[in-house]
Every structure is written in structure tokens, then in C-alpha cells.
């Protein structure tokens, strides 16, 4: 079992940037991918970002691409999203998730684990 902690979400500018962390338990972090994900009000989840278990692979969704960085520390279980030029559409519940098998994915189904959600407001 995996449990996930999520922090860093705020409120910040148009153009501003956002550290979002999330830790991991559990001895076997380092066999995940990870993924971030958010849902804005009245729509559905989609995803943001994965990396895969070493962090040599990670994709991201077109609307974040040269804007987020997502990274890993596997010593540290915990898993990171640097969200740069943020714009107020960025604004979500961002959550961190866990998918087992070590290969990164943006299907939102692959994930078993998953944290509580950080909010994060983009003001315009």
C-alpha cells in the first residue's frame, strides 16, 4: 500500500509559480510511475503529468508542456510538480497518484493510489 500527501498548492498571480510536493509511504515508491492530475470546478479530472520510476521518462499534457516540470526523489518518496507561468485556467484541485508497474501513463484508470488534492487558485 501507498499513501499519498500532497502540499504546496496556493493562491498566486497570473504568471506566478507553484512548487507542488507529494509524499509517498511505503518501502516500494521507487517501483511506482507517478502522476499529477487535477479537476476544476464542475468538470472532470485530467491528467497533468507522469513520470515513470527512475524519472528518465515524463509527458505531460499539452495545455502544460514548457510550463510544468514534474520530478521525482526516490530516496525521499516523494514526488514534485514546478508549475511556472501559471495562467488562471491552471486553477484546480491538483492531486498526486500512484500507478504500480513502474511505467509512466496519462490514463487516469492505470492509478490505484491517490492523495487528498491540493487546491490551487490562479488569480487573474
Known amino acids: 500500500q501507498v499513501q499519498l500527501v500532497e502540499s504546496g498548492g496556493g493562491l498566486v498571480q497570473t504568471g506566478g509559480s507553484l512548487r507542488l510536493s507529494c509524499a509517498a509511504s511505503g518501502r516500494t515508491f521507487s517501483s511506482y510511475a507517478m502522476g499529477w492530475f487535477r479537476q476544476a470546478p464542475g468538470k472532470e479530472r485530467e491528467f497533468v503529468a507522469t513520470i515513470n520510476w527512475s524519472g528518465a521518462d515524463t509527458r505531460y499534457a499539452d495545455s502544460v508542456k514548457g510550463r510544468f516540470t514534474i520530478s521525482r526523489n526516490n530516496a525521499k518518496n516523494t514526488v514534485y510538480l514546478q508549475m511556472n507561468s501559471l495562467k488562471p485556467e491552471d486553477t484546480a484541485v491538483y492531486y498526486c497518484?500512484?500507478?504500480?508497474?513502474?511505467?509512466?501513463?496519462?490514463?487516469?484508470?492505470?492509478?490505484?493510489?491517490w492523495g487528498q488534492g491540493t487546491q490551487v487558485t490562479v488569480s487573474s
Open positions: 497518484a500512484a500507478r504500480p508497474g513502474g511505467g509512466s501513463s496519462y490514463t487516469l484508470r492505470s492509478y490505484d493510489h
